[in-house]
């Protein structure tokens, strides 16, 4: 058990077990919070554990050299990547029951069901949901789904067609199709200002889930800043103005204020695109709103 210490200036600081900071990974100048789980309940969390949860992406590289090597996946047949497919194409927040069965046939939900008990599709419902949808697992994901739909292993005891008919293009995902179709307001607001900006985790879980295929394939990105508030950005947002940023920065430290006057852009649209460019070490925030280029 922790005890707790007062400092010089008064403040009260504790010091970490260390299976905890071994647990966590945890190195002099990591960035930790606190997030509120009770009445008088703390949870505490490393900060690029947070963001790699809110966004998807993977640890950064001196991170993921140290994570024990993931085990590779498991054969698939032909029968269960065409359902997987074809699950890919609906949207993550209908993958419900009822969707399913209008969307396959017999056969195919017979497929669905032996995904599910290997665990390849795996039911999900969150808090205040009544309904379970179905996610395809991020391993299964990775190996056969995640930029190379083409050419998975079917299992030993299936038997490959010799000419498999030509496949016909899949529909545009929602990003090609432009985001504005259709309702969904975190999708409009997004596509209409290039970023958004919410105080607290549940909203911020809730955009991850509904934007999960974008976030994989990299259009979409987000981190937590200092202020507790979470961006999330398009990555074409950040490419088109990180540099007129930069420009208004020049060689000195600069309030986010006069870099939105010199460059037109919304103030939380700037701190949006700066905190993504500090996760990179491209730029640093010296004080609370005032940033300057490393």
Do not use: C, H
């Not at 009260?12 to 509120?36: M, Q, R, W």
């Not at 789980?37 to 140290?66: E, W, Y």
Request: glycine share 8%; no cysteine.
């Amino acid at each position: 058990m922790s005890k707790l210490y007062k400092s010089k200036k008064g403040q009260l600081v504790v010091y970490l077990p260390s299976d905890v900071t071994n647990a966590l990974g945890l190195k002099e100048g990591d960035e930790i919070d606190f997030l509120k789980s009770g009445d008088r309940q703390f949870i505490l969390a490393k900060k690029s554990d947070l963001v790699a949860l809110l966004t998807g992406q993977p640890q950064k590289a001196q991170a993921a050299a140290s994570a024990p090597p993931q085990r590779p996946a498991p054969p698939i047949t032909q029968e269960e990547l065409a359902v997987l497919r074809k699950l890919d194409t609906i949207r993550y927040g209908e993958r419900t029951k009822t969707k399913l069965k209008s969307a396959f046939n017999a056969g195919e939900r017979k497929v669905i069901v032996e995904l599910i008990k290997k665990k390849y599709v795996e039911p999900f419902k969150k808090a205040g949901e009544t309904e379970f949808k179905y996610g395809i697992s991020k391993r299964i994901y990775n190996a056969y789904l995640f930029g190379k739909r083409e050419g998975a292993k079917p299992a030993a005891q299936a038997p490959a067609p010799a000419a498999p008919p030509p496949q016909q293009p899949q529909q545009p995902k929602r990003w090609e199709r432009q985001i504005t179709q259709g309702p969904g307001g975190y999708l409009n607001a997004l596509e209409a200002n290039g970023f958004l900006v919410v105080e607290n985790q549940a909203e911020a879980s809730t955009i991850s889930a509904e934007l999960e295929e974008s976030i994989r394939r990299g259009l979409v990105i987000g981190t937590r800043a200092f202020n507790k508030k979470y961006y999330i950005t398009l990555k074409s947002f950040v490419n088109k103005n990180a540099m007129k940023i930069v420009d208004a920065l020049g060689s000195k430290a600069t309030k986010v204020s006069d870099v939105s006057k010199a460059t037109g852009i919304d103030e939380e649209g700037i701190r949006a695109i700066l905190y993504m460019m500090a996760e990179q070490g491209e730029v640093t925030e010296t004080r609370k709103d005032i940033f300057k280029v490393v």
